[in-house]
Each structure stands twice: as C-alpha cells, then as structure tokens.
C-alpha cells in the first residue's frame, strides 16, 4: 500500500473527505435552503445523512486495526502503551463534543450524543477488544454483537420509548443525535473488516481479492435495497424518514435504510481504493479534507450556522446561488484544511517550554 511520507495510507483519506463533503452538504440544506424549495431540499438532507455519519463511524472501526498493528508490530509498542493513547484519545473527543454543542447548538442538551461524542465512545468501546481480532471466533462474535446491537434496538424501540419518558436526562444524554446503541454496530463491523484487510496487507496479501468480495456485497445490498424501497414508499416520500427509528426527534436507520447504508460503504471502500491505489488518482484537495476531518467537522458548523445563517441571514431559493455557496464553502474548508498542519506546528512552538521548541511532538 503505497503512503505518503507521513505514513497515511491515500484511500483512508479520501474516504474521510468524501465523508466530510456529505456532512457539509446535509447540513448547509438545513440550514441555507429555504422551504420554498419543496421537496428536494427535504431529499437533499435525508439521502446525504446515510453518506456522511455511518461512513465516519465505520471509518473508526476500519482504520483502529492498521493503527494497532502497525504500532504493537511494525514499532514493538506494547498493548498498555497503544491503549492508553487510543483511550486518551477518545476521551478528549467528548468533551470536544460537549464545546461545539455550546457553541453552535446551545439550545440542546449540552451532553446529548452528537456524532462526535459517539467517535469517541467507540474508540473507548473498541480498544480492549483490539488484541483478540487476530482469531477468527472473536471476528465472527463481533460480527453477530454488532448485528445484535441493531437489532436489539429496533425490536425495543417501542418501550424505550415509554421507559425513556420518565427518564430524561439518560434519553438526553443516552439517546440523542447518534446514541451507542444502536450506532455502535457500524464502528463494530469496521474493526472486523479493518482487522482483516489490516492483517491481510500487512503479511503482503494481494489486496484484489478483499475489496472485490466488499464491492459484491455492496452491490447486493443496494439491489435488495431499491425494489424494497420502490414496494414500500409512496411517492413523493420514496427515500424519507417514516420507516427508520426516530427517537428523540432523532433520526435512527431502519431495516431497509441499512441496506442503502450497507450497499454504500461497501461500494464506496472499494471504489476509492481503485482510483487512488490502483489508479493512483488523488486528488491533493479531497486528501486535505480527509486528513483534518476532525478540525473541519468542528469548524465548518460554526461556519454554515453561526456566522452565514444566524449572523448574516442567508438564505437561499435558488439552487444556483446555493450550489455556489456550497463550492465555495468546500474550498474554503480546503484552505483551512492546508494552513491547518502550518498553524498546528507554530502553536506547538509557543505552547513549548523555552528551548524545546525543537523538540518532537507525538500525533494522536
């Protein structure tokens, strides 16, 4: 697998910018599309969702298994070590969660599950199960857990919905935005399969046979997908929400939303390892969006909500005037995202002790 000198690995990268373009889209069709717009606006935001978050959950999952195995492996780090960083490090994205939500979102529960929050839990979820990945038991019980971890859900979800009514600060801070259960499945699915192709590349297995066996099954679930979807909706509320688990205002993916969900990552893996692995087309803009998902997660919020739509009161009918905000956006997170290292590096300089701004910083 061919890197850059940083040691990223291309495809991950990009998987991570087309993830942050979909979170951008759905959340600047909330908030500068105006209703007159009709239905597509509604559509936009719906069928953008599945796009952005469960491809970032299931990211976490995929990438923490090359992450494990190239530091207790390639650099002979111990468990104890690897752990504690990977603990640290989901840790401090709750609290990061808790900020942008007074920042940007002060009207709702301050400690409710945002997708942030959620990244970080599972990264704490995931790290003690990361030594027994290598055995093909505990690979296919996770499997079943992270099937299970739907499933229980969508059959509970009448009576926690009752249960939930006479507990409101566990359904504010349990069960609001993207609650572990359910979403912890998609991170779940992401370290099994990440172990395996991990591993897989690791020992300098021929990678073909990996991400054709992803695509054929992608390609099946979006086939279930569509004849479901055309037999069960109703135009024109084909693609909504009215069979997926909403709970708390809070949107949650049915049976057959799953499948549109599944059949997308499955398809979108493998087709972005081609072009930029095999074809090596990477294009150094979608890299840059990928490689500081978290800082432009983070501030392309407070850009979209506070300043355009709250502070300067954009608000658009035409879809010209709003595709061009929406480019405009995208390369200006592009130029954040390229000064972002530079800015990094120099507040490491005045934060460090008089004579060790020299010294090496570790990455999370």
């Known amino acids: 697998m061919a890197s850059g000198a940083s040691g990223r690995v291309f495809f991950l990268d990009g998987l991570r910018g087309v993830a942050i373009i979909f979170m951008v889209v759905n959340h600047t069709a909330r908030w500068w599309l105006d209703l007159s717009v009709g239905w597509p606006r509604y559509h936009i935001i719906y069928l953008t969702l599945p796009l952005s978050a469960p491809l970032f959950l299931f990211l976490v999952g995929f990438c923490l298994p090359l992450s494990y195995l190239n530091s207790t492996v390639a650099r002979g780090e111990s468990f104890g070590q690897v752990a504690l960083r990977y603990l640290r490090r989901g840790a401090l994205l709750v609290p990061l969660n808790w900020l942008l939500t007074l920042l940007v979102f002060p009207e709702d529960p301050l400690f409710g599950g945002e997708v942030l929050q959620t990244i970080g839990l599972s990264i704490v979820g995931l790290t003690p199960i990361l030594p027994f990945l290598s055995r093909r038991s505990a690979r296919a019980l996770l499997l079943a857990l992270a099937l299970g971890c739907y499933a229980t859900f969508n059959l509970a979800l009448p009576s926690l919905r009752a249960w939930l009514a006479g507990h409101p600060v566990i359904s504010e801070v349990w069960f609001t935005g993207f609650p572990p259960w359910p979403w912890f499945a998609f991170p779940l699915l992401g370290a099994v399969l990440g172990w395996v192709w991990a591993d897989a590349h690791r020992k300098g297995t021929d990678d073909r046979a990996f991400f054709s066996a992803m695509l054929g099954a992608g390609v099946v679930c979006l086939a279930a997908f569509l004849p479901l979807e055309l037999w069960l909706g109703s135009a024109p509320l084909h693609y909504s929400s009215r069979r997926d688990l909403v709970l708390n205002r809070h949107w949650n993916p049915g049976a057959v939303t799953c499948l549109f969900i599944l059949g997308y990552i499955f398809t979108v893996l493998p087709l972005v ?33 506070t300043l355009v739509r709250q502070r300067v009161g954009v608000l658009f009918s035409s879809w010209w005037l709003y595709v061009l905000a929406n480019v405009t956006l995208i390369a200006l997170l592009v130029g954040l995202g390229w000064v972002w290292p530079e800015i990094k590096r120099r507040a490491r300089q005045l934060a460090a002790p008089r004579g060790e701004t020299g010294a090496p910083v570790a990455r999370l």
């Open 273 to 305: 390892h081609y072009l930029m692995e095999v074809r090596r087309y990477r294009p150094r803009w979608l890299a840059i969006l990928g490689q500081n998902a978290l800082m432009l997660y983070f501030v392309h919020q407070i850009i979209a909500l």
